[in-house]
């Protein structure tokens, strides 16, 4: 450009520098909001991660629910998240979070107190505590049958709905008038808790006992995605034809339950959600403490949904490791395409994790962007890259998918655009009922 030029015509220098100086910074924001779109942070999430817009769960509103539960006998199914948070949770950005308390937590600062402490402390009179997979304290490894006993804290009785039972006795609900369920979801469909939901309130509908939802974000609620659940593959990390992740709230969840009738006989149950305030689904919300062992931070919740799937292969997804959900790997994939190792032994969550010992060779993500959508390549990678192909899948798989069409796809070499495609009309029909029972958007 021939500034000299430009400058000789007083009138067009600064209209045109204008314009150029206009161009660079309209660039730049694009770039930054390309980046802001990759991590799935907007202006407005970030405005309702403030601490002036904090999302308040329903635990919270005690306001709300303290006429429901005073003079009642309760009944809770809660575990190691259900939290009456005491200054809200300072959330700084996506990085990976540990359980508070831990001696390397710095960059959460979380007061809380546990539901069930704070109720009785109200003088509400809770007869039991029913607790769900990991236990009610949130130890217990993946799979690992819960046994009743006594809350070392309260003295409250404990009932496992997490073993080879998975209801609730009706004899244990006899001399309750209302459940409380208050447990944090991470939105998909395997994640046993809704499971657990389903089944409290079958039983809660069947005695005519109400339930009282006490809301709580879906750190996966930004997108909907994944094949349908047939039913005939119906299982407990899958009851309802839903995809694997779902967009939804636990609240939110539960009112679907009852309106498409999917409990057993199309009981209906009394149900009453406390909502939160602030929060949408596309807002970012960092979970202040770990919804179960092995989800330790915010990347393993994230890549959890697309993750999962090597549960049902002869993959590890990083338990008995730090890393658990966010690498995966196995002794039968070569070091020729990927260049990560690891060696899982046991630890906490995980007490005989797959190919304890053993050197696996295979992929860290725990440094990559966040995800919106469930992520294909990393399974069909795997499957392309194992030594033995008629080893690589075993039958859990097929629970996990809900259906038996994704392994034959991945099996026929069908590309991910293809499978993808063939998700969207039952996608499109399932986001129509969705929307019927959404309370915050």
């Known amino acids: ?29 694009s770039i930054v909001k390309a980046q802001d779109a990759n991590k799935n942070l907007t202006k407005t999430s970030l405005q309702n991660a403030s601490n002036d817009q904090q999302i308040i769960v329903g635990a ?15 009944g809770i199914v809660a575990n190691q998240t259900s939290v009456i948070f005491k200054d809200g949770v300072k959330r700084e950005n996506r990085g990976a979070n540990t359980e508070p308390g831990d001696s390397n937590d710095t960059k959460y600062q979380v007061s809380y107190t546990h539901i069930v402490d704070s109720l009785i402390r109200l003088g509400v009179d809770i007869k039991r505590v029913f607790a769900p997979e990991h236990g009610f304290r949130g130890t217990a490894d993946a799979g690992e049958s819960i046994k009743n006993g006594l809350d070392a804290e309260t003295g409250v009785p404990i009932i496992s709905i997490y073993g080879k039972d998975k209801t609730l006795p009706l ?137 999962c799937f090597f549960e049902g292969t002869n993959v590890s997804a990083g338990r008995g490791t730090s890393k658990q959900f966010q690498i995966y790997g196995s002794p039968y994939l070569s070091d020729a395409f990927y260049d990560y190792k690891f060696v899982p032994k046991p630890n906490h969550g995980s007490k005989y994790p797959k190919h304890e010992g053993k050197v696996c060779v295979g992929d860290n993500l725990s440094q990559s962007q966040y995800l919106d959508g469930i992520q294909l390549e990393f399974l069909i990678s795997a499957y392309n890259n194992t030594t033995d192909k008629s080893k690589f899948f075993n039958t859990y798989f097929t629970k996990l998918a809900g259906t038996r069409e994704l392994r034959q796809q991945i099996e026929n070499g069908t590309s991910i655009e293809m499978i993808r495609q063939s998700w969207q009309p039952s996608l499109k029909a399932f986001k129509k009922i969705r929307k019927k029972y959404l309370m915050y958007d």
Not at 12 to 21: A, S
Not at 60 to 74: A, E, P, Q
Not at 239 to 257: F, S
Not at 290 to 307: E, H, I, M, R
Request: charged content about 20%.
């Open 171 to 307: 004899e244990k609900l006899a001399d309750i008038d209302i459940m409380l369920f208050d447990i944090q979801d991470v939105g998909a469909r395997f994640y046993t808790y809704i499971s657990t939901l389903h089944y409290v309130m079958e039983a809660c509908a069947e005695a005519k006992i109400p339930v009282l939802v006490f809301d709580r974000p879906n750190p996966n609620g930004h997108y909907i995605d994944g094949p349908i659940l047939q039913m005939e593959h119906k299982s407990f990390v899958g009851m309802h034809p839903i995809p694997t992740v779902h967009g939804m709230t636990i609240g939110e969840y539960a009112r679907m339950i009852n309106g498409e009738q999917w409990l057993k006989n199309k009981l209906y149950c009394e149900l009453i959600v406390i909502e939160m305030k602030h929060y949408k689904h596309d807002t970012f919300y960092s979970l202040p403490i770990k919804p179960s062992p092995n989800l330790p931070n915010d990347k393993a919740v994230n890549l959890y949904p697309s993750l």
């Open 1 to 29: 450009m021939n500034i000299r030029l430009l400058k000789s015509k007083n009138s067009l220098f600064p209209i045109i520098m204008t314009w150029f100086l206009i161009m660079i910074s309209c660039k730049e924001q």
């Open 60 to 74: 919270n509103r005690t306001k709300s629910y303290l006429r429901y539960l005073k003079g009642k006998s309760v």
